[in-house]
Every structure is written in structure tokens, then in C-alpha cells.
Nanobody, 118 residues
Framework: VQLVESGGGLVQPGGSLRLSCTGS????????MGWYRQSPGKERELIAT???????DYIDSVKGRFIISADIPAHEVYLQMNNLNTEDSAVYYC?????????????WGQGTQVTVSS
């Protein structure tokens, strides 16, 4: 299984970015896909998920600013990030939760850097 993110970069406060992630080599059932992020000195946190039933969930700090969408059968997930602030600077990781015979398996991409700075 391989997850490849794209779309990170440098943006000014108040700006927007759209992250994309494409999965390959996935043969198990996809239960959900989503995005984690990690800032220096902080733990990795799950910020948005979307299920194979198209149910989305967000942490409070990004609600109303970030929008997750996905084409689960195509193993693609996106994150539209609006009104970015410096606290959003982090490495963003795509993830996929897969299932086979009742066992769950989680996979992550290599990450894409998002820097919010003036």
C-alpha cells in the first residue's frame, strides 16, 4: 500500500491550499481515509476523516475552515484548507484505514509540508 500526498507549500495567513492524496496497491476494503498533521514538538493529530459512507469528521480547530472530500473507490482523498493561520503549519499526512476479516490496518503517506507565514 502506498499513499502519496501533494499540494503542500508556503501560503500567507488567510490563504488557502488544497491537499491531495492518491493510494495505490490497496486490495482490502477501505473503511475511511483522512488527514493527520504534526508540528515540531507536538504529537501527530488526526484532523479530518471521511468514511466509505461519506461521513466527515473534524477536530474543532479546523471546523468551518477545512473541508475533506474523497473518492473512496478510487482511493483518493482531498483536503481543502481555507483561512489558514500560523497554527496550521505542519507536515500533513494522508492515511487510510483498511479492513480484512475483522482486522483493521492503518497506513500513512510520507507527508507534505504546509507552512503558513507572512
Amino acid at each position: 500500500v502506498q499513499l502519496v500526498e501533494s499540494g503542500g507549500g508556503l501560503v500567507q495567513p488567510g490563504g488557502s491550499l488544497r491537499l491531495s492524496c492518491t493510494g495505490s496497491g490497496i486490495t482490502l476494503e477501505v473503511i475511511a481515509m483522512g488527514w493527520y498533521r504534526q508540528s515540531p514538538g507536538k504529537e501527530r493529530e488526526l484532523i479530518a476523516t471521511i468514511s466509505n459512507a461519506n461521513n466527515a469528521d473534524y477536530i474543532d480547530s479546523v471546523k468551518g475552515r477545512f473541508i475533506i472530500s474523497a473518492d473512496i473507490p478510487a482511493h483518493e482523498v482531498y483536503l481543502q484548507m481555507n483561512n489558514l493561520n500560523t497554527e496550521d503549519s505542519a507536515v500533513y499526512y494522508c492515511y487510510a484505514n483498511l479492513r480484512k476479516r475483522g482486522w483493521d490496518f492503518d497506513y500513512w503517506g510520507q507527508g507534505t509540508q504546509v507552512t503558513v507565514s507572512s
